[in-house]
């Protein structure tokens, strides 16, 4: 199945690399939505349709909604990806991008978003080679 939406995240963020997790354990429907990192070479072929390739682009998170194509950005994209989760996130998602709370949402986000390599460290690299014996990577 191919994926309904494309999340472009930052993978060399603590907090953004977490968040992936936390969404990919609680997806409806994991195989819909598509991670991707947005330092990777194949992030400007999602972008550059949008006009989102301005060196500030990376410093938001953004949401492709595939079949309506349409992008969403910073704090309307975590209300778009926690709407794809089982309840109670998909509520709170839903509840996020309420037009009555973009005056809290969207300066929340923008605070969290300027510090969040502060928050937590980049998750450590999977290993490439497994190092136990009868291990199959």
């Known amino acids: 199945m191919n994926a309904l939406f494309i999340v472009l995240y930052d993978a060399t963020c603590g907090l953004c690399q977490r968040s992936q997790l936390f969404l990919q354990t609680w997806l409806k429907h994991p195989k819909r939505v598509r991670f991707v990192d947005v330092h990777s070479q194949e992030a400007p072929a999602y972008l550059e349709p949008f006009g989102l390739l301005s060196d500030d682009t990376k410093d938001r998170m953004h949401v492709i909604d595939v079949e309506k194509n349409t992008v969403f950005q910073a704090e309307e994209a975590v209300g778009v990806c926690l709407e794809q989760c089982i309840a109670p996130w998909s509520w709170i998602g839903h509840f996020l991008r309420l037009p009555l709370l973009k005056g809290l949402t969207r300066p929340t986000y923008a605070w969290v978003a ?24």
């Not at 300027?114 to 990577?137: A, D, S």
């Open 114 to 137: 300027e510090r969040r390599h502060r928050f937590l460290p980049p998750l450590p690299e999977k290993p490439t080679v497994c190092t136990l014996r009868n291990c199959k990577p």
